[in-house]
Structures are given as structure tokens and as C-alpha cells.
């Protein structure tokens, strides 16, 4: 065990696992995290708190992540490259740790031109595999970045991002190496409407063995409307939503029924894709609907390990 | 080279308020190359100037000079007697050049005439390109020849970020190729591609501007005291 966290033990018993996002509010409100978190108990082996999701500023993931263990639910905090320096992550990844947060995403982050501060001045120190290579040096060599011997390391599940779909394709497999190499424990993946794409992107994972190596949860969104979809297929970067998903919703008379519908379909088929060890669910600015989600695809109750 | 382009008119005329004695002051290299303070716009800012100057009663009196190069002091000092009597510089040169102008003549206010932009070089005629970020120790070798420091929106150093799609950068699809995408081609081309396999561990920006100003010496280019005076005595 790294961390002991209550994620890796599911994921090393190797049951199939559930993480679910939750996403801090545009406001010093801490009850939005909270209620999220009661609402969720219990549907999800651990949440992710984003870290100023598409470069908007929100209730930090530290914070968010802090309400989330007082609620007894375990975070998963997500850690951004855009907005800190290595001297600035190593020192939340402490206080993290210190504070009893167990699993840590690394994550490049959106470019802050998507966000709500388009003028701020981005710090890309380093990209997410030097994170998850510095992370992983300071839990395991027990030294910072820089060199400096640690009195105590953090103790941390480290996991990371990967988008099968972004391009150059042929090149995707070689980064989820790179950062299964770094020092990735676990994997979560972007959401996933291309069945065949992950597909092809899988039979290379397991190619090189990285499924072996690393637990990989497929990222599933439930669609609320067909706009939700349109708008994931033309304005998010390395998202492909095939049009056989937006016709779906379009003819759909009850939409959100339906991209529930969808969202299952999907999850009971990536369970039975090799090398796929959980799944992801980001319900974006649709929280409410995860329980629903985690029941119909018979992944509730949640494992107790 | 350096590549800059002209402040709008209006900004030029309200920083150039309070002066009288105008002097436009051009430069030969870079920002003529892309067509932003060479002899030609030079002439054309003086004459806008001029009729913004005659249609308010003759605020300004503007004249008018080009220099060979207005990063060099040797280049600014022989325009010593023309700039004599202003009491404002536009410099149409570059951030560099404009600097050397105030160095050169710390008693004349210089005001700059263009916004200098980054190092890169023209793409097709009327484009140009950032290529450079000066970190002070190049990874080209390690990447295909295209930096990822200034090219890379994110200035990655491992491969593209989840956003790169269809060759493009996910931060302005429209205008901007994703220089990871672009790395992955040329890796493959040159028959490297392993090269996209190692980690390159955190970047040391000690030698980029996070390191502070930077200055590079050259010990054996440095004049002796002899040769100073000597030099100092020519002039
Ligand atoms: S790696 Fe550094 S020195 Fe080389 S081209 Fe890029 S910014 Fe310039
Ligand atoms: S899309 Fe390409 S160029 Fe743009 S930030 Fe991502 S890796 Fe860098």
C-alpha cells in the first residue's frame, strides 16, 4: 500500500471501482461542497475536488477536499500545473497529506484563456509527468523536487489524466507510458463516447502491459440535453462525441432519462473491456443524478475494504 | 529576428502629449523586416503626426531618422546631432532598441513607438511567427527541432495535452498548430521518435528570465582599460 487509501484498496482487492467529481462552487460557499458530499456518501469509493475546472476560479480543491473528509467522504484532490509553481504544489501536496488527503490527481490543466481571468499570467513550471516524477519522489524517496531530504513524506495515491482522444493518436499510449513511468498509480480518463477509439487506445494499452502496471477508470458524463452533447462535440478540446450520441438525444422525448440510459450503456460496457479497472463519472453541474447512475449499473452498494 | 508591431496612432499621440520637439527614430533591422519601424512606417507615423500636429495649431515640430541598428550604441551615437534640441524620441524600434535610445540620451524622453512582441521569424509574407522564448538552454535537439517552450501554449516539455486536436492547439485552433503535434511529426520524420518516450524531468528556468536579468560575458571580446582609451579616444 502507498497511501492506504480507501481508493487503492479497492482498486488492489480489484474490485471494479467508482469515483465520482465533485465540483467546488464560484463562491466562499462551503455547503455546496458539503451537501455534495452527504448527497454522495457512500455511491463512490472517492471524489474528485477539480482544481479551478477550465480555468475558472472556484473554492480551491485543498479546501473543498478538507469539507469532503469532515463529511467522511474520501477526496481525490485534483492538482493543477497552470496555476502554481513546483514550490507551490510540493507545498499543498504537504499540507494535503498533513491534513489526511490520500489520493492526489495531477493534472496539467486547462489554458487560463478558457476561464474567467483571461489576462492572469499561467506558471507551467512543469507539466503533469514531472508532477506525478516529483510527487512520487517525495512519497517514495521521501526528498523534494530540488533535492532536499523530507522529515516526513507525504503519503499519496498518485493519479493522473489521460485522453485517448486527443492527437496525435498514435502518440497517446506512449504518454500514458510516460506517465505510468512518472509515477501514476491510477489513471482517469476523459469522458468517453468513441467506444471504438478507447477500444483501439486499450489494445494498445495492453500491448505494452501499462494495464498491469496501472489501474485505468474509463471517464463516463451523463448528458442532460442534446446541447450538453453538441457542445462537448464543438467546444471541448479533445472530446469526440459521435453523432450517433446526438442523434440519440435528439429523438429522445425524456433527454435526461435517456443520456442516463446512455451513461449506463456505457458503463456496463467498459466493465467488460480488458485492462478497465473502474469508472469515472463526472456529472457535471449534475451531482444529483450519480446515485442514480452507481444503482442502475449494479455498482451499489460500494465495496467495504 | 525580433518581432514587434506598431502602437495604434492614438496611443502614440496621447504618450506623446506635454513634448514638442518630435523626434521619430526608425530602425534598419528586425522591425523593418516585419514591417513595423523600418525607414517606410517611419515616414509614415511622421506625417500622421505631423497632420494630427497642423490640424491642432501646430503642437509638434516632427522630424524624422532611421539608424542601421538602434540596439547598438555605436548606431545611436551618430545620430547625435539631429536628436540634440528634442525633447521626445518615438522610438520605432524595438523594447531593446528603445532602451538603448534612453541609455544612449538619458536626457531626452524616449517613448515607444511599438509594441515588441517575441522572437520568430515570417512565416509567409505579412505572417509572422513566435519560434524562440530565449529560456537560455535549448531543447531542440530533443525535439525535433521545434520548441515546445515557446510554441507549446502550456510551454509542455512531455507531449501533448489532452487538447491538442487535428494538428491544432486547443488554446486557438484556428491560427495555432499544436507544436507537440508538430514534434511528433518531425520525431518521425527524422526517424526519433523514441525520443518522445523519455521523461525530460522538471526544466532548470534558472537560465530563462526566472533567473533574473541575464547578462552573457564574453572575457576574451573585453576590451583592457588600454584598449578603452585608446577606443574612447578615437570617438
Ligand atoms: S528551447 Fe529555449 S532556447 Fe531553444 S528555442 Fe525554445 S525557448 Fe529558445
Ligand atoms: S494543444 Fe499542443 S500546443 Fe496547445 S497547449 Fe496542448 S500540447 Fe501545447
Redesign the pocket.
Known amino acids: 500500500m502507498k497511501a492506504g487509501s480507501n481508493l487503492e484498496k479497492v482498486l488492489e482487492a480489484g474490485h471494479f471501482a467508482v469515483t465520482a467529481e465533485i465540483g467546488p462552487p464560484k463562491s466562499a460557499n462551503p455547503e455546496v461542497v458539503r451537501h455534495h458530499a452527504r448527497m454522495l456518501k457512500g455511491y463512490a469509493d472517492a471524489f474528485n475536488l477539480t482544481d479551478n475546472q477550465t480555468a475558472i476560479v472556484r473554492l480551491s480543491s485543498l479546501a473543498s477536499a478538507v469539507i469532503c473528509l469532515q463529511e467522511g467522504v474520501e477526496p481525490v484532490m485534483q492538482m493543477t500545473c497552470r496555476d502554481k509553481n513546483r514550490i507551490a504544489l510540493q507545498s499543498d501536496l504537504l499540507g494535503a497529506s498533513a491534513l489526511g488527503i490520500k489520493n492526489v490527481l495531477c493534472l496539467t490543466g486547462d489554458?487560463q484563456t478558457f476561464g474567467n481571468e483571461k489576462g492572469a499570467k499561467n506558471v507551467y513550471d512543469i507539466d503533469s509527468i514531472q508532477e506525478l516524477l516529483i510527487f512520487r519522489k517525495m512519497r517514495d524517496e521521501k526528498r523534494i523536487c530540488g533535492g532536499e531530504e523530507l522529515e516526513e513524506a507525504p503519503k499519496v495515491f498518485l493519479g493522473a489524466a489521460e485522453n485517448p482522444f486527443a492527437d496525435p493518436f498514435e502518440f497517446r499510449v506512449i504518454r500514458l507510458a510516460k506517465k505510468v513511468n512518472a509515477g501514476a498509480d491510477f489513471i482517469q480518463t476523459q469522458a468517453i463516447y468513441d467506444m471504438e477509439r478507447f477500444e483501439k487506445w486499450m489494445e494498445g494499452v495492453r500491448e505494452r502491459g501499462l494495464d498491469k502496471r496501472v489501474h485505468i477508470l474509463a471517464g463516463v458524463i451523463p448528458l442532460k440535453s442534446v446541447g450538453a452533447a453538441r457542445y462537448m462535440k464543438n467546444k471541448v478540446?479533445g472530446m469526440i462525441v459521435p453523432d450517433s450520441i446526438i442523434d440519440r438525444m435528439k429523438r429522445a422525448k425524456d433527454p435526461k432519462a435517456e443520456g442516463v440510459k446512455i451513461c449506463i450503456e456505457q458503463i456496463e460496457y467498459l466493465k467488460t473491456v480488458k485492462g478497465v479497472h473502474g469508472v469515472h463519472i463526472m456529472a457535471i453541474a449534475w451531482e444529483e443524478i450519480v446515485p442514480e447512475i452507481v444503482r442502475q449499473a449494479g455498482l451499489y452498494p460500494r465495496p467495504t475494504v | 529576428m525580433i518581432i514587434a508591431e506598431q502602437k495604434p496612432l492614438k496611443e502614440i499621440i496621447r504618450n506623446l502629449e506635454g513634448h514638442k520637439k518630435i523626434l521619430v527614430a526608425g530602425c534598419r533591422s528586425c522591425v523593418a523586416i516585419c514591417l513595423a519601424g523600418g525607414e517606410k512606417e517611419v515616414g509614415i507615423v511622421a506625417e500622421s503626426l505631423k497632420l494630427y500636429s497642423d490640424m491642432h495649431g501646430r503642437i509638434w515640430e516632427v522630424d524624422e531618422i532611421t539608424v542601421e541598428r538602434q540596439c547598438e550604441k555605436e548606431w545611436v551615437k551618430e545620430i547625435k546631432k539631429i536628436v540634440l534640441g528634442k525633447d521626445a524620441i518615438l522610438s520605432m524600434a524595438c523594447g531593446v532598441g528603445a532602451q538603448v535610445m534612453q541609455e544612449t540620451y538619458p536626457d531626452i524622453r524616449v517613448v515607444p513607438g511599438l509594441n515588441t512582441s517575441n522572437m520568430g521569424a515570417p512565416e509567409e509574407q505579412g505572417v509572422w511567427r513566435e519560434k524562440c522564448a530565449g529560456c537560455g538552454d535549448c531543447v531542440l535537439h530533443l525535439t525535433g527541432g521545434i520548441c515546445p517552450i515557446a510554441?507549446?501554449?502550456?510551454s509542455?516539455l512531455n507531449?501533448?495535452?489532452g487538447?491538442?486536436q487535428n494538428g491544432?492547439?486547443?488554446?486557438n485552433p484556428e491560427t495555432?498548430p499544436?507544436?507537440?503535434?508538430q514534434i511528433y511529426h518531425s520525431l518521425k520524420k527524422l526517424g526519433k521518435l523514441e525520443l518522445m518516450e523519455e521523461i525530460i524531468p522538471p526544466k532548470n528556468w534558472i537560465t530563462s528570465h526566472s533567473g533574473g536579468p541575464r547578462r552573457i560575458v564574453k572575457q576574451e571580446a573585453i576590451l583592457t582599460s588600454e584598449e578603452k582609451a585608446v577606443k574612447g579616444g578615437m570617438e
Do not use: I
Not at chain 2, 151 to 154: A, D, G, T, V
Not at chain 2, 168 to 171: F, G, H, L, S
Not at chain 2, 178 to 181: F, I, L, M, V, Y
Open positions: 489554458h478540446s | 510554441r507549446c501554449s502550456k509542455l507531449g501533448p495535452c487538447g491538442s491544432r492547439c486547443e488554446v495555432t499544436c507544436a507537440w503535434d
